[in-house]
Nanobody, 125 residues
Framework: VQLQASGGGLVQAGGSLSLSCAASGRTFSTRGMGWFRQAPGKEREFVAAISWSSGITYYADSVKGRFSISLDNAKNTVYLQMNSLKPDDTAVYYC???????????????????WGQGTQVTVSS
């Protein structure tokens, strides 16, 4: 599975950005897709995830109510709509695919099998 992320950029606090992650290859074995982020000097942290089959979504408390993850199965693309952005949201954002057996999503980054390249999101105050 190959993942191609896009959509990052610079935005003022309170603004919005939308990220996309296009999956190709053997996507039929994907259990779930997730978004993670990593700020300088910090560990990679879970942002949101979605089940490939059911569409059930999961969010970190820090983004709940502001971010929305969605999946277009026909396009094999997962989206992350980010609203009411804060400077603390500044990070490199990564999409990831989970194949291994078990639940469709996990919050630990090392529970995902494939990763896209990161895309920078910068929120100015």
């Amino acid at each position: 599975v190959q993942l191609q992320a896009s959509g990052g950029g610079l935005v003022q606090a309170g603004g919005s950005l939308s990220l996309s992650c296009a999956a190709s290859g053997r996507t039929f074995s994907t259990r779930g897709m997730g978004w993670f982020r990593q700020a300088p000097g910090k560990e990679r942290e879970f942002v949101a995830a979605i089940s490939w089959s059911s569409g059930i979504t999961y969010y970190a408390d820090s983004v709940k109510g502001r971010f929305s993850i969605s999946l277009d199965n026909a396009k094999n693309t997962v989206y992350l709509q980010m609203n009411s952005l804060k400077p603390d949201d500044t990070a490199v954002y990564y999409c990831a695919a989970r194949w291994r057996s078990g639940s469709d999503y996990r919050t630990e980054w090392n529970e995902y099998d494939y990763w896209g390249q990161g895309t920078q999101v910068t929120v100015s105050s």
